[in-house]
């Protein structure tokens, strides 16, 4: 690092929300910093926002200090420090008419490393998100096998089971940006994905339980228990390779909002093809061109056609820090750039990163592990010299495949497509240190 003679570079956070969950408006965020409260590089709202009364400082012993704290116990299923309660997911006002169908954001600003914590994993349902009773829970394996089952979760969890960290990202993610840049904060143009360690039963394994037509099948179709029927098909080559049939979640039980108390989850494939609260799997012949993989999940090209089957999510990467709606403070300062980078088609082998929208690039450092299909955490070291920049990460995979520009992408796919967007996203630093979602 060449920061020696650079101080570390103070960062305001973004305002996620006009109004915070502890009550504090944006304006008044704004005002604290103003009036030179501690604001903090972590990116904090509550941190920047909060002016410490000297009695709680050194040489002073804080209250904290002074008493006798909470026994072990009285939280036997403990939550994050109550200072964190801005760091939450966050529904994008007027993206949905209901909020049964919709989606609730993941704050990447927020997050350290490449695991997304369970309650902050992004939710997508397309008809609310059913309550399971895991006693009550059963999958049926049908369609062109040996014999046709039906499983409890006693029988699932009794099979060998496999642990493996993947993202799963909506294919819809960063879908407002196609036209113009729609959204102001990295939880809204990327958030539609998160990173877990996923355990459970490979599919192979439930399928040789069943005698799948080894000939014959090519297909599987997967369904879900919630009132959505949600289904999807699954190519029989990815059902043999690396899907799961998945409870575990950061080792303990899925979360509901993941589709307790099983989920399929199909690595690098849009996220829809990961069915929630999967009830049926039925193999077959042909794909089921069901309403999610036609009228639904399909890409509307420039010509008026309509690409259908588009499974994988190409390599893709967003700085998160310092990213849309932040601010930075210290003209002159040491900014360490930081961001995620993933491929739905195996290992991140580069992450480029540019200060000047994209006409010089250099390395970033990748952190370790780097998975398959999984989202991988870089870091670049900047001092702001205090004039205006734009900030791009341009991520390549193990197979050569290049992150396109946003150019690259229109000019392929039009401008009224949904989904599969994976463009170079660019933050502008104006002068000021504000920090803004721009396209170039
Ligand atoms: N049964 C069912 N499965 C589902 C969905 C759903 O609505 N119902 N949503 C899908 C979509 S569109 C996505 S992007 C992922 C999101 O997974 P998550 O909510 O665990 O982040 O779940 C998929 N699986
Ligand atoms: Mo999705």
């Known amino acids: 690092m060449d920061s020696s003679d650079h101080k570390p570079g103070r960062v305001l956070p973004a305002a996620e929300a006009s109004l915070s969950p502890s009550g504090r408006s944006r304006r ?3 005002a604290a910093a103003a009036a ?22 050194p040489p002073n012993v804080p209250p904290w200090s002074q008493a006798l704290g909470k026994p072990v116990g009285v939280d036997p299923y403990g939550a994050p420090s109550p200072f964190e309660r801005n760091i939450i997911r966050r529904i994008s006002p007027g993206l949905t008419t209901t909020t049964q169908s919709s989606v609730a954001f993941t704050p990447l600003q927020n997050l350290f490393g490449i695991i ?17 009773d895991p006693y009550a829970h059963r999958l049926i394996i049908h369609g062109l096998v040996r014999e046709s089952k039906i499983y409890t979760m006693e029988d ?5 089971s496999v642990s ?12 407002m940006e196609w036209g113009n840049p729609a959204v102001p904060t990295v939880q809204y143009t990327h958030g539609m994905l998160g990173c877990a360690e996923w355990t459970g039963v490979p599919l192979s394994t439930l399928l040789d339980d069943v005698g799948f037509d080894r000939k014959k099948a090519k297909f599987i179709l997967a369904e879900g228990a919630d009132a959505a029927g949600l289904t999807r098909t699954i190519p029989i080559e990815f059902a043999l390779d690396d899907v799961l049939l998945a409870y575990g979640q950061n080792g303990e039980m899925i979360r509901p909002e993941q589709g307790y108390p099983l989920r399929l989850l199909v690595p690098g494939v849009q996220g829809i093809s990961s069915v929630k609260w999967l ?6 012949d042909q794909p089921w061109n069901t309403r999610e993989e036609s009228l639904q999940y399909s890409d509307l090209m420039p010509d008026g056609s309509s690409r259908q089957y588009t499974w994988i999510q190409e390599a893709k990467s967003v700085i998160t820090s310092p990213s849309g709606g932040q601010h930075l403070l210290d003209k002159g300062g040491y900014y360490q750039i930081t961001g995620l980078a993933w491929s739905g088609r195996g290992k991140v082998r580069r992450v480029d990163v540019s200060t000047d929208g994209g006409r010089n690039w250099r390395t970033a450092v990748l952190q370790e592990p780097i998975l398959s299909k999984a989202l991988t955490r870089f870091r670049l070291d900047w001092h702001w010299d205090g ?32 989904y599969h967007n994976n463009a170079i996203q ?11 979602n721009v396209q170039v």
């Not at 030179?36 to 400082?57: I, M, N, S, T």
């Not at 699932?156 to 060998?160: A, C, H, Q, T």
């Not at 660019?426 to 803004?436: F, L, P």
């Open 116 to 132: 997304t914590p369970n309650g902050l994993h992004f939710e997508r349902h397309h008809n609310g998100r059913p309550d399971i």
């Open 279 to 284: 009830r049926r799997l039925k193999v077959g």
């Open 426 to 436: 660019t933050w502008q630093i104006d002068a000021e240190g504000k920090v803004h």
């Open 164 to 175: 493996r960290i993947h993202f799963i990202e909506c294919g819809a993610n960063s879908a």
């Open 28 to 30: 008044n965020l704004f």
């Open 36 to 57: 030179g409260a501690a604001a903090v590089a972590l990116g904090r709202a509550q941190a920047a926002a909060a002016e410490v009364d000297p009695k709680l400082l």
């Open 156 to 160: 699932i969890l009794r099979f060998p």
């Open 387 to 418: 004039s205006p920049a734009l900030l791009q990460s341009r991520c390549i995979d193990e197979t050569g495949y290049v992150q396109p520009k946003m150019r690259q992408l229109r000019e392929v796919r039009g401008t009224r497509s949904i």
